[in-house]
């Protein structure tokens, strides 16, 4: 098992910038590929972003794509979500998620491991 704690998230306003982080702790990180995930208050939980095994495949969700970068250190055991030019749109709770099998990236159900979430809050 892995387990996952996000931190980051904050008050920012648009057009601001914050950096998330996922720490895992438990099995060898770089076997699990990672994602990250947001639900706003009444919505689903949406794919944002998703990375593989070694990082060299990346998946962003159309609406992030061009703002959003997600990156590993696996020797850190750390996943990192950087977030630019943040819209009200964006805000919501976001959660890492971890899986060692493959997978779609993009779909919930291919994790099996989640993080308790950190609240990103964009004012306008």
């Known amino acids: 098992q892995v387990q996952l704690v996000e931190s980051g998230g904050g008050l920012v306003q648009a057009g601001g910038s914050l950096r998330l982080s996922c720490a895992a702790s438990?099995?060898?990180?770089?076997?699990?590929?990672v994602g990250w995930f947001r639900q706003a208050p009444g919505k689903e939980r949406d794919f944002v972003a998703g990375?593989?095994?070694?990082?060299?495949?990346?998946f962003y969700a159309d609406s992030v794509k061009g703002r959003f970068t997600i990156f590993r250190e696996n020797a850190k055991n750390t996943l990192y979500l950087q977030l630019n030019r943040l819209e009200p749109g964006d805000t919501a709770v976001y959660y890492c998620?971890?899986?060692?099998?493959?997978?779609?990236?993009?779909?919930?159900?291919?994790?099996?491991?989640w993080g308790q979430g950190t609240q990103v809050t964009v004012s306008s």
């Open positions: 438990g099995r060898t990180f770089k076997d699990y590929r």
């Open positions: 998620a971890a899986d060692p099998r493959p997978g779609d990236p993009s779909s919930r159900g291919s994790y099996d491991y």
């Open positions: 990375i593989t095994w070694s990082g060299y495949r990346v």
